[in-house]
Every structure is written in C-alpha cells, then in structure tokens.
C-alpha cells in the first residue's frame, strides 16, 4: 500500500499484518514532516504542497512514525513531481482543481530522514533499514542491492552525521523552482556516493558520465508468493527535445525493456503521436504508447484512427492505457468525456 499518510490507514495496516496477511505499506517524507498547515500557506503558496494522497493534519503524523518504528510501515520513499509553481502549478490559480499534483523532494528524503533519527522518530539502524535495505529486499534485489558485503553491488553512501545545512531551492540541484522544506535546518548531509565502486556523486558535486546506468532486473522477492510474470517499461514525459525521447527509449530496448510508455497531455508537454513514431521507426521491438491517454482531451476516433495507422506501419506494436481523465479535466477545465456506445464515463 503506497503513500500511506492517514492514522486509519495505518491502523488497517496493523491490523491486517496482525491477522497474518502478507500487506506492507510505504509512505513519503512530505507526510512525515509536512501537513495541512503548509496547505493553508498565504495567497497561492499552498498549490506548492498539492500532492495525492493529499497532506493530512499534523497530529497523523505521530501515528506513521509509530507504523514506522513497529514496521507495520516498511518502506520510506517518494515518487518525486517535480513540478515547477511558475508556469505548472499556477495553472490552477482561480480553479484550484488545475494544480498539477505531486511533490519535489527526491534529493532531501536521507537528510530529513536522519533528522528524524536524531529528533528521536527512528533508530540510525531503522532509517538504512526503511530507505534502503527493505527495498532491496522487497523487489528481490538482495544481495546484489541494499547490503554491503562481498559479492553486493558496491553503492555506498558517506554521509557527513554532522554537516549542517538549510534546505532550499537555492541550493538543491534538482530541476525546479521551489523547495517543499523551503528555510527546514537539518543535520546531515550526502558527500559521496559510490555506484558499483564508481564515485557519481564527489563532496556534492556530480562526478557520474551518461552510460554509467544498468538496468537491474527484479526478480519475484518469494517464491512461495503468487506467480506473476513481468516485463518491464520506460515511462518518459514527452517534453524537448523530441529527439532526446527517441535516444532513450532505443537505449532502454538495448538494455531489455518491452515497452516504452510516455505521459499523454495535450496540455502540458509535447504531443505525443508524431514521437512515437519516430520512436517505432528506430526500434524493432519495443512497444510503444501512451501509459494513460486521457479522455477529457481526447476525440476516441481520432485517437482509434492514429494507432490503427501505427499499428499498420509498425506491426502492432502499440498499447494504450485509458484513464479516466481526472487530470486532464482539471488541467484544461474539460468536462469527462464518454465511451463511445456507452453511457457510462
């Protein structure tokens, strides 16, 4: 269970692994440290923190450290939306139901993490054991990934216990304007980070090449759990350049991905159709599409009409995901559009 960020949520979560049911649940450091005060921010300031599942009030947050240290929550990550408020969550202002949900923090989530450890949430053992041992071992990546040992992929972190530092947008280095923990002070810091024995990241400068990246197969975690076959995908945003897509999705059909997704808006991003085949043009066998096209901004038979020409070039090698269009409505103030013959949405 992802993004768990209500004490009803944990409580059912407890009560499931209580009644021997193999449930586990993750959750994100913006429910952790943030809350709904942050959303009652002055004037526009609190489209910064729209995300879903939305913040809660702050007295929740007692409760998911609680599922933390019991480990009825096992897992501490963030899907990282690194949406930018000038130009991406001002799209909602006037209609709030048009602000791009989701939340930057992908680079803060140690850091804050071991504040937690010294603020008395966590053990320095349960942090490691939440960011980066569980998962491993969860996607059945153990040994190779999350241990130091002999044999183990050599990714290591050194961490400075003692650095001080103010997060900001000021001083991050990822791709956006603004900072969710924008003025928080805490106590450590990333200063090198070792990928299988290469240093990537050198006192907290990039020192990594394009290329250095493998593509790790997961494997099922158990063999006692339900069988599932899997094939594996890359998902891209369609934004410039186009020809950039296009390199990553022939390098991911090198490395064995089956499909190639992209995100669908004619809103936000580029329009995806002429992409993706370029895309099928320059690949043999990845299948390509849409991971969800969404309907508030999408004529069906237009749609039908651009994948059954795709499908004829390039020998059915196109899928497409149909949602439900709550996006798309609330970035372009559309009404939902209906299936055609059906007079359900």
Not at 60 to 65: N, V
Not at 299 to 313: C, G, I, K, Q, Y
Request: glycine share 8%; with cysteine; hydrophobic share 35%.
């Amino acid at each position: 269970m992802v993004h768990v960020s209500a004490m009803e949520a944990v409580a059912e979560l407890a009560r499931a692994r209580a009644d021997g049911l193999a449930v586990f649940g993750e959750t994100c450091p913006q429910y952790l440290f943030l809350s709904t005060d942050d959303l009652a921010g002055p004037g526009f300031e609190g489209a910064k923190y729209v995300c879903s599942t939305p913040l809660r009030p702050r007295e929740h947050q007692a409760k998911l450290w609680q599922g933390l240290r019991t480990n009825d929550l096992q897992v501490v990550s963030t899907d990282h939306c690194p949406f930018c408020f000038t130009g991406q969550k001002e799209l909602g202002r006037g209609d709030f139901s048009r602000i791009p949900n989701g939340l930057p923090g992908v680079e803060n989530r140690m850091d804050l993490l071991h504040q937690a450890v010294l603020d008395g949430h966590l053990t320095r053992r349960r942090w490691i054991e939440t960011a980066c041992a569980t998962p491993a071992r969860m996607f059945g990546m153990y040994p190779k990934k999350g241990t130091i040992a002999p044999g183990s992929d050599a990714d290591v972190v050194i961490y400075d216990p003692h650095a001080e530092q103010v997060l900001s947008a000021a001083e991050h280095h990822m791709n956006v304007d603004y900072s969710a923990y924008e003025g928080k002070r805490v106590t450590g810091r990333v200063e090198t980070v070792l990928s299988r024995g290469v240093a990537v990241i050198t006192e907290r400068e990039y020192t990594g090449h394009a290329g250095h990246g493998v593509y790790t197969p997961a494997p099922p975690a158990s063999t006692s759990a339900r069988s599932c076959p899997m094939d594996f995908g890359l998902v891209l945003q369609t934004d410039p350049p186009a020809s950039r897509v296009v390199s990553l999705m022939k390098r991911a059909e090198r490395n064995g991905f089956r499909y190639g997704w992209t995100f669908d808006s004619a809103v936000l991003w580029q329009e995806p159709f002429v992409i993706y085949s370029q895309i099928l043009a320059n690949t043999s066998k990845l299948t390509v599409g849409p991971m969800v096209t969404n309907p508030g901004t999408r004529t069906w038979e237009v749609t039908a009409s651009a994948f059954a020409t795709l499908n004829d070039m390039f020998g059915n090698r196109t899928v497409c995901g149909i949602g439900r269009g709550d996006s798309a409505m609330r970035v372009a103030a559309a009404s939902r559009t209906r299936w055609p013959g059906s007079a359900r949405p």
